[in-house]
């Protein structure tokens, strides 16, 4: 029989994972553990509530009591949310790491302001040959790209870091589908207060 584990565990996202090792270090929050499911997941979303509750039952075989799933909703329709009300345990707020980043009124601007954008994070960015161009086949049929991107206008990226590299690669990654290019600086959003606030519970409770 296991003892329960003190303490946080964050069943996170790949593609946000630095980002959460940057708030526990910067924040010094002790007590917090990351556990990181694939980050291939961003793109398969109807995978994840599944694979979410997988890992909740594993981490509670383990004796870890106080879970966060690291996730927003992240494009499974509100079948994360069922997981996570079928398994007592909170998610990130928000649609979507994009809103998580900017913060849902900027995001929501920003969407009013022109709905046919394309998105990068720090992550999307670091990985945007792969993700996109290699993961969709515009590599070897670039006849794809417009069936892909065709009704898009431009490619924002929230930036989570000062990164010259990852901005030449997300302005780079813009000019290959043809999109204009505009840079937000969002630094990690509403992550800390959301990992701060998880974490405050259990430490008043």
Do not use: W
Request: aromatic letters at 6%; charged letters at 25%.
């Amino acid at each position: 029989m296991s003892h329960n584990v003190p303490g946080l565990l964050v069943i996170a996202c790949g593609a946000i994972a630095r980002e959460l090792v940057r708030v526990v270090h910067l924040d010094r929050l002790t007590g917090v553990e990351i556990t990181c499911l694939p980050p291939e997941l961003h793109n398969r979303p109807e995978r994840i509530p599944d694979a979410v509750r997988a890992r909740i039952h594993e981490a509670r075989r383990d004796g870890y009591g106080n879970i966060l799933v690291g996730y927003a909703d992240c494009g499974t329709g509100g079948l994360l949310d069922v997981v996570c009300a079928e398994e007592g345990v909170a998610r990130l707020p928000g649609a979507h790491c994009y809103e998580l980043f900017a913060g849902s009124e900027v995001f929501a601007s920003l969407q009013e302001e022109e709905p046919g954008t394309f998105y990068l994070t720090d992550y999307l960015a670091r990985n945007v040959d792969r993700l996109v161009f290699e993961g969709l086949g515009i590599d070897r049929h670039p006849e794809l790209k417009t069936l892909y991107f065709g009704n898009y206008r431009r490619v924002v990226h929230l930036a989570q870091s000062d990164d010259p590299e990852l901005d030449r690669a997300a302005r780079s990654a813009a000019e290959r589908l043809g999109l204009d290019y505009e840079r937000r600086s969002t630094g990690l959003g509403s992550l800390p207060i959301a990992v701060s606030s998880a974490r405050g519970e259990l430490v008043s409770s």
